[in-house]
């Protein structure tokens, strides 16, 4: 299984903060949102595809290409700014 948390507006379109998911051989952040398609609402995979979401896996910040493991915990984190 993968844990997935979801951040700031991006839980707001999740409606929750967080989700299992079942790993799949191969997967990455950018395979498992695609899989996430028609399953969670359109405004949170159209965020997580179109926008400029970061990803972490495991507390790490990672590339949305880098191949996950069963048991990882990845976060998706909105566009932020500060100052």
Not at 12 to 21: D, F, N
Request: charged fraction near 20%.
């Amino acid at each position: 299984m993968i844990k997935v948390l979801f951040f700031a507006q991006l839980a707001e379109y999740a409606g929750r903060s967080s989700c299992e998911l079942e790993y799949q051989a191969a997967m990455t952040p950018r395979s498992m949102v695609k899989s996430m398609v028609g399953v969670v609402p359109k405004e949170l995979t159209d965020a997580l595809l179109h926008d400029v979401a970061m990803v972490a896996a495991n507390e790490v910040m990672i590339a949305w290409d880098d191949a996950l493991s069963d048991g990882d915990e990845v976060a998706f984190l909105p566009p932020f700014s500060g100052g």
